[in-house]
């Protein structure tokens, strides 16, 4: 046969199991059929419906002699860069965005504060990893002293010298809280929210007016710290227009800010639902500016999902899990009574209402009570 009238053999690659294979294909042609059958490196691969053979270049090699004055043998698809699946697909975004995470400090040693009694005085002790430079900087402190018996640093329960503290150690720690520490000072809280961030000459802190009306609104203290993030960010989002012009924002630009964050295809649109909340709230609630309407600003539709149901086995099996009973009511009393963590550790005996097969929820989301079964088998 002459060269241009051979039948054309193509090489394709093949993924199959984490592995990479050759795949062969022709236009039908029973000699074509014949010899790839003959071949003892190549086999028929009933998954694929295909002759197939190892991803070499020796079996590449050994191809190209076998069929030799045969067939044309294609290598055009099998070196082609690799392309992406529709579930692997990349999308092209924006850019950079307006509420991207602010950038933090790295490496920072951390320093925690516990609660102490210490000869019948309520101090807080200062915790952390031995590090030289901390502990300098606490021996020079003017409000840390040396506890001899205690062996740590501690200070006096005051605002004000947590304060001082945190202002002694800006830039080689942070200082973080233990969960038995309540502080109600939101200069403070603010502070030590936004310690961790990188503070360049134009930077904007949370506005003090803004956390102390989410205090006294009786919001609790998580939706406080996640609406001062995310009104960090919108706020230093705009940095460069400055705290006076971002005030006198409309509309628009809350749409647009917003609408950036949905193309960016990096937020749910529960997060960005609360950033509208929390900046329509700066806007009403703060600056008075009650033109801002909710419904006028745009919102991302809440998609539509199934939830996930364990079935009985699978529950059998968590609570299971356990042999520690303590930790087995923990768990029947999440599954059963629909408790959130916080609601099962603040649980008391009093709660539990027997006679009439009630739990007793004291303070719960958005601190309020209410009321939910208890099953025989759980009591």
Not at 105 to 130: N, W
Not at 307 to 326: C, F, W, Y
Request: glycine residues 6%; aromatic residues 10%.
């Amino acid at each position: 046969m002459l060269p241009n009238t051979l039948p054309v053999l193509y090489l394709n690659p093949l993924e199959h199991q984490g592995k990479t294979y050759i795949k062969f294909w022709y236009k039908p042609h029973p000699f074509l059929t014949q010899k790839l059958k003959a071949a003892a490196w190549i086999k028929y691969s009933q998954t694929y419906k295909c002759y197939v053979m190892p991803y070499s270049p020796g079996a590449v090699a050994h191809t190209y002699s076998y069929f030799a004055g045969l067939a044309t043998v294609n290598t055009r698809y099998l070196y082609r860069p690799k392309r992406l699946r529709p579930a692997e697909g990349v999308t092209i975004s924006t850019g950079p965005h307006a509420s991207a995470p602010l950038t933090k400090i790295a490496d920072l040693e951390v320093v925690r504060l516990i609660p102490l009694v210490y000869q019948q005085q309520q101090l807080i002790e200062v915790s952390y990893p031995y590090n030289q430079e901390i502990y300098l900087r606490l021996k020079k402190s003017q409000v840390c002293r040396w506890l001899t018996q205690s062996r740590c640093f501690a200070i006096a329960q005051d605002n004000q010298q947590l304060h001082t503290l945190l202002n002694e150690l800006t830039g080689i720690a942070q200082v973080w809280l233990c969960q038995t520490l309540q502080i109600n000072d939101m200069q403070l809280l603010r502070a030590l929210w936004e310690q961790s961030y990188t503070k360049p000459v134009d930077y904007i802190p949370c506005p003090l007016p803004y956390l102390e009306q989410l205090l006294l609104l009786n919001y609790s203290r998580n939706t406080i710290r996640t609406y001062h993030s995310l009104l960090l960010r919108f706020l230093n989002g705009h940095q460069q227009q400055g705290l006076e012009n971002i005030n006198a924002f409309t509309e628009a630009e809350i749409n647009q800010y917003h609408r950036g964050m949905v193309q960016s295809k990096k937020y749910f649109g529960s997060l960005i639902n609360q950033s509208i909340n929390a900046v329509k709230f700066y806007y009403q609630r703060v600056l008075g500016r009650c033109e801002v309407k909710t419904h006028n600003v745009e919102r991302p539709d809440k998609p539509d999902r199934l939830p996930g149901v364990l079935s009985k086995e699978e529950v059998k099996r968590i609570l299971g899990a356990t042999d520690n009973l303590k930790h087995r009511c923990l768990l029947q009393l999440l599954y059963a009574g629909g408790l959130r963590i916080s609601e099962v550790i603040n649980l008391k005996l009093t709660d539990v209402q027997s006679g009439r097969n009630l739990l007793l929820i004291r303070g719960g989301k958005g601190q309020k009570d209410r009321t939910t079964l208890l099953s025989q088998k759980l009591l």
